[in-house]
């Protein structure tokens, strides 16, 4: 799994930072940052809730094979 996150249409709603706290956080402004673009394995169900938690849909999930 790979994730980015577009902070261009972040509005800083924090919800994938309350899902998966291992993996997001924000700016000193808020927007969103990626901690761990390759999120390991356990974490993955909490990271697709965070993407479809976020309501711009700023949160992008690559599926690896
Ligand atoms: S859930 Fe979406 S809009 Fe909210 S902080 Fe995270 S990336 Fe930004």
């Known amino acids: 799994m790979r994730v980015t ?3 261009d249409t ?3 709603s924090s919800l ?4 998966a706290p ?3 956080d924000q700016d000193e402004d808020g927007h969103v940052v990626v901690l ?3 999120p390991p ?4 169900p909490a990271v ?3 993407a479809r ?3 711009t849909r700023s949160i992008r999930i690559t599926e690896e094979e």
């Not at 994938?16 to 899902?19: L, Q, T």
């Not at 394995?41 to 993955?44: A, S």
């Open 5 to 7: 996150a577009d902070r």
């Open 10 to 12: 972040c509005t800083v």
């Open 16 to 19: 994938c930072v309350y899902r």
């Open 22 to 24: 291992e993996v997001f």
């Open 36 to 38: 761990r673009p390759d």
């Open 41 to 44: 394995e356990h974490l993955h």
């Open 48 to 50: 697709r809730d965070a």
């Open 53 to 55: 938690s976020c309501p």
